[in-house]
T-cell receptor, first 112, second 109 residues
């Protein structure tokens, strides 16, 4: 049963600390997305990659957020330094083109 | 820019039909989607419709697309308590999906 996995599932940290979230896309999928979900803003696309190359990161605050795909089995989203307003659920999704995106279970981030 | 709108809440009695509505602005949308999110979980694709279709049926789910009015709806027949969740409409004409705000469906006995 192929699934997108994300670690950690929950993270509580203090303002100013670095946070790294990891995602393992479904094997064979060539497109990986990072989303952020909050009550106020809903689902926001932060960045996405195709064949490991970043295609669009316009939704991401560049001064503190960075997204990478070191290899085809790992995508990372880093926040440095973290702020309380970054508290949200961060989802990774993978797919083949745009026909269907498979979502991971999310990382719930709380920044105190 | 692209925008997708949905009503925030819907409450229905178990066994009744639910209809969740969505409007979008991008007339060049190629695909339109319905995703379901249960508490504490990621989004799960329920169904999608290609923009040159006006209806798609899949078991208890019926999707209707009015391209002229840019209106999409999801009908769930014989709604069950397990259908309680947030339902997101989304549209795309590229790799990117534009999601609506989500409609929280509550099913009561």
């Amino acid at each position: 049963d192929a699934r997108v996995t994300q670690t950690p599932r929950h993270k509580v940290t203090e303002m100013g600390q670095e946070v790294t979230m990891r995602c393992q896309p479904i094997l064979g999928h060539n497109t990986v997305f990072w989303y952020r979900q909050t009550m106020m803003q809903g689902l926001e696309l932060l960045a996405y990659f195709r064949n490991r190359a970043p295609l669009d990161d316009s939704g991401m605050p560049k001064d503190r957020f960075s997204a990478e795909m070191p290899d085809a089995t790992l995508a990372t989203l880093k926040i440095q330094p973290s702020e309380p307003r970054d508290s949200a659920v961060y989802f990774c999704a993978s797919g083949l083109g745009y026909k269907e995106q498979f979502f991971g279970p999310g990382t719930r981030l709380t920044v105190l | 820019g692209e925008d997708v709108e949905q009503s925030l809440f819907l409450s229905v009695r178990e066994g009744d039909s639910s209809v969740i509505n969505c409007t979008y602005t991008d007339s060049s949308s190629t695909y339109l989607y319905w995703y379901k999110q249960e508490p504490g979980a990621g989004l799960q694709l329920l169904t999608y419709i290609f923009s040159n279709m006006d209806m798609k049926q899949d078991q208890r789910l019926t999707v209707l697309l009015n391209k002229k009015d840019k209106h999409l709806s999801l009908r769930i027949a014989d709604t069950q308590t397990g259908d309680s969740a947030i339902y997101f409409c989304a549209e795309s004409n590229t790799d990117k999906l534009i999601f609506g705000t989500g409609t929280r469906l509550q099913v009561f006995p």
